[in-house]
């Protein structure tokens, strides 16, 4: 599977942005897919992530009640909803795809996975 991530941009505090992670060589039905960020000088962290049917989702502390994740099966894309965007949230933004057996808060976890897209950079001004 490859998987393309997009959306990113250069936004001010309070805004919002909408992330979308595109797949090709495959249907995301086979797939749970997560989203992970990266800021300079920071270890790589588990944002969100959903289950292949998109009926399981968890997010980390920090995205809980701003970041929506979704799935579009048809589309082959999941989204990242991010609202009330922060300065702390200015990272480079990955998804990445995993087909493990059964569907956990692991799924934060960057070891779960086996597919990764390029980033998009999200920077957030105050």
């Known amino acids: 599977v490859q998987l393309q991530a997009s959306g990113g941009g250069l936004v001010q505090a309070g805004d919002s942005l909408r992330l979308s992670c595109a797949a090709s060589?495959?249907?995301?039905?086979?797939?749970?897919i997560g989203w992970f960020r990266q800021a300079p000088g920071k270890e790589r962290e588990g944002v969100s992530c959903?289950?292949?049917?998109?009926?399981?989702?968890y997010y980390s502390d920090s995205a809980k009640g701003r970041f929506t994740i979704s799935k579009d099966n048809v589309k082959n894309t999941v989204y990242l909803q991010m609202n009330s965007l922060k300065p702390e949230d200015t990272a480079v933004y990955f998804c990445?795809?995993?087909?493990?057996?059964?569907?956990?808060?692991?799924?934060?976890?960057?070891?779960?996975?086996?597919?990764w897209g390029q980033g998009t950079q999200v920077t957030v001004s105050s």
């Open positions: 060589g495959t249907t995301l039905d086979d797939y749970g």
């Open positions: 959903i289950s292949r049917h998109g009926d399981t989702t």
């Open positions: 990445a795809a995993q087909t493990l057996y059964g569907f956990t808060r692991l799924c934060l976890m960057d070891y779960e996975y086996s597919y």
